[in-house]
């Protein structure tokens, strides 16, 4: 297995974490997937570490800049660089280890499906989910089958959710209170559809576009359109 992030602390945990309750022997590295390279060359020295690979998982997610003119060209580019481009330099990369039979899955997001501003980060994970559907035929001569997956709202110790709960517990129930399940998903859970995806057990699955959001109504937390110039 073969795993790359932004912090090396993360890495080496995960790693021995793998080690200790699976026995597998994890490479990791540290990348940054917007710097010249660096992704392209972790996925080609994966596959020939390992030799061969028998899945790929692009996880990338992130925006830059705020409502359509609070944002720039560049916030713009860069958003789609960080969500679709490095998942089409992952693939174009590791292509040439990737067994026959192996399976590629892009984690998208509800934002991609259920939008709402600020725009450029659902427009980048919408053509994420394009691209699987698109590249599933391309790929289809190489036995490779590429799927995606879409999370709803997760609940993260650190993160953007979790820091909500502890700052405004009354708006974060409020909000959760809104999804069928009266909660946030747990990243277990996410991880297990992609598990799935990856497996060969779903080789009948192709090109789909699978909401792992546990019913999420919309994106976010929602609120009143953006005016012209960024004024609500």
């Known amino acids: 297995m073969a795993i790359c992030g932004r912090n090396p602390e993360s890495l080496d945990s995960v790693a021995t974490r793998l080690y200790e309750e699976f026995g ?7 990348v940054d997937v917007l710097a010249e390279g660096q992704l392209e060359d972790f996925t080609r020295r994966a596959g020939e570490t390992l030799g061969g690979l028998d899945g790929l998982v692009a ?11 609070d944002s720039t060209r560049a916030d713009w580019e860069e958003t789609w660089e960080l969500n679709t481009g490095h998942a089409v ?9 990737l067994r026959e039979g192996s399976s590629v ?16 980060y659902g427009a980048a994970k919408a053509s994420e989910i394009y691209l699987a559907s698109a590249l ?10 590429v799927n995606t997956v879409s999370p709803g709202s997760i609940l993260l110790p650190g993160k953007s959710w979790d820091r909500l709960r502890l700052r405004d517990p009354e708006a974060f129930e409020a909000y959760a209170a809104r999804n069928p399940s009266g909660r946030l998903l747990n990243p277990d859970e996410v991880a297990q559809v992609i598990a799935f995806l990856l ?34």
């Open 24 to 30: 597998v022997r994890v490479l990791t590295e540290a």
């Open 59 to 69: 996880n990338v997610g992130g925006k830059r800049g705020g409502a359509l003119l």
């Open 136 to 145: 599933c035929q391309e790929l289809a001569p190489y036995r490779i089958r």
């Open 89 to 97: 330099r992952a693939i174009r990369s590791g292509l040439a280890s």
């Open 199 to 232: 497996s060969p057990v779903s080789g009948a699955v192709n090109g789909a576009h699978v909401p792992a959001d546990g019913g999420q109504p919309q994106a976010g937390l929602g609120g009143a359109p953006v005016r012209p110039g960024g004024r609500n």
């Open 105 to 120: 899955v892009l984690v998208a997001s509800v934002s991609g499906w259920k939008p709402r501003f600020p725009a450029q």
